[in-house]
């Protein structure tokens, strides 16, 4: 089947959807925009050429993801240091149209995220955000549904812990003009 | 009728519509009876609730740097950006002998004000906790120090430390003698620890991270080093 089509609006709208939501989910892995940008590009890339391989439209977004955890993990492995995630890269400039706490709730988010390990956020961020079910995360990541199901929830209570320990002390990481 | 116990693995299963029939009713029926379970829940849905919201509009690459009137900041890590400075024409590399050829030495051309200071001003960047590359970023500090205080040419300098380089400053630092003696030997350097590294490893080890007395906290590094070279400063990836 023909991947994506650029012939039509329609066709159009689909592409840019589909790598906004392939960009949440790498920017969810790394926390680098540039190397989110690059994984997404190499995704849709490695996608297109192997597009005949895909029988099923239903099964198209399991697919994608599936392409860019395999490229997330060659990033990974090219990597001298196998860092994950570069913390000053987490976003955290105040915006002022942008409701204080709920700004402040999103960075704790993100700054939870980091105590989870690659595996963990990977299965948290397609169940919670992308809504997959255990069965097609298992395919995702090769893995048993059981073994999705018990790190699913082991990645659950380790943000709930992170959380609940940055509202217990907030942590100051609004950004300050240096002088 | 008695309740079985529920799992948190069970509660995150039916919270995702992964149970049915009895298994699901089961765990229905603990809901309504037990409001600690139901907190227990509703923390959770929160928490995924907020989680989609933290990554619903991610920050994108931002091809200039220097330009603040986007809201977004460009969060790039600070070796990247130095790529998409080249690329962007503002900034020029050159290449000086400073402890080997391989260092890259970075200095904006068009984009920062000419300053007024004549002193020299580098910036040293360290953000990994490999041992040869800290003591690499050290040589270079006590040679540019020790040569410009003989020659008597003015210098600033400026030890960045994030991400896993955090440890450099961090009190428990293996190099914790010999910053305390680069600093007491020269007025013109200064440590700075990523504040965003520092929070980072606060949280996963569960107790405050301390730093060494001669280091300083800044909010975060790539600020710091944005900062800087804003100002002009040269810019030494170690």
Not at chain 2, 134 to 144: G, Y
Not at chain 2, 160 to 174: C, D, K, Q, Y
Not at chain 2, 176 to 201: P, T, W, Y
Request: net charge neutral; with cysteine; hydrophobic share 40%.
């Amino acid at each position: 089947m023909k991947l994506f089509s650029t012939q039509t609006r329609h066709g159009r709208q689909a592409l840019t959807d589909r790598w906004r939501r392939l960009y949440r989910l790498a920017y969810a892995w790394c926390h680098e925009p540039q190397t989110a940008m690059d994984l997404v590009q190499d995704c849709l890339t490695k996608a297109l050429r192997a597009q005949n391989q895909l029988q099923d439209e239903k099964s198209l977004d399991p697919w994608l993801f599936s392409i860019l955890l395999n490229c997330w993990r060659d990033h990974l492995r090219g990597r001298k240091e196998t860092q994950e995630l570069d913390l000053d890269s987490l976003e955290s400039r105040d915006n002022p149209e942008q409701n204080h706490s709920r700004q402040q709730l999103m960075e704790h988010v993100r700054l939870a995220m980091t105590t989870l390990n690659g595996e963990q956020r990977q299965i948290l961020t397609l169940v919670a955000i992308e809504g997959l079910s255990y069965d097609q995360v298992a395919t995702i990541m090769s893995i048993p549904a059981g073994t999705v199901m018990s790190r699913l929830c082991r990645a659950r209570q380790k943000l709930r812990d992170a959380l609940a320990a940055l509202e217990a002390r907030p942590v100051d990481i609004h950004l300050r003009r240096v002088k | 009728m008695s309740i079985a116990p529920v799992s948190d693995e069970q509660l995150s299963a039916w919270l995702d519509g992964e149970l049915d029939g009895p298994e699901a009713q089961a765990i229905e029926r603990a809901l309504a009876a037990d409001p600690a379970l139901a907190r227990r829940l509703a923390r959770f849905e929160d928490d995924m609730l907020a989680l989609s919201q933290a990554y619903t509009d991610p920050p994108l690459p931002r091809t200039n740097p220097f330009s603040s009137k986007q809201t977004r900041w460009p969060a790039v890590a600070a070796a990247l950006l130095v790529g998409v400075l080249i690329g962007t024409g503002l900034i020029r590399t050159h290449q000086q002998d400073v402890s080997g050829p391989k260092q890259r030495m970075l200095q904006i051309a068009d984009a920062a004000p000419v300053s007024l200071e004549s002193a020299e001003r580098i910036l040293l960047h360290i953000d990994s906790s490999d041992g040869q590359r800290i003591e690499r970023v050290l040589n270079t500090a006590e040679q540019l120090l020790q040569e410009r205080a003989r020659t008597g040419r003015p210098l600033k300098l400026e030890v960045v430390a994030n991400a896993r380089g955090l440890i450099t400053l961090r009190r428990e630092s293996p190099y914790a003698n010999r910053i305390r003696d680069l600093q007491s030997r020269h007025e013109n350097v200064s440590f700075k620890a990523c504040g965003m590294a520092m929070a980072h490893f606060s949280l996963v080890e569960g107790e405050p991270v301390e730093l060494l007395p001669e280091a300083d906290r800044v909010p975060a590094a790539l600020e710091e080093i944005l900062e800087r070279l804003k100002e002009g400063w040269t810019y030494v990836h170690g």
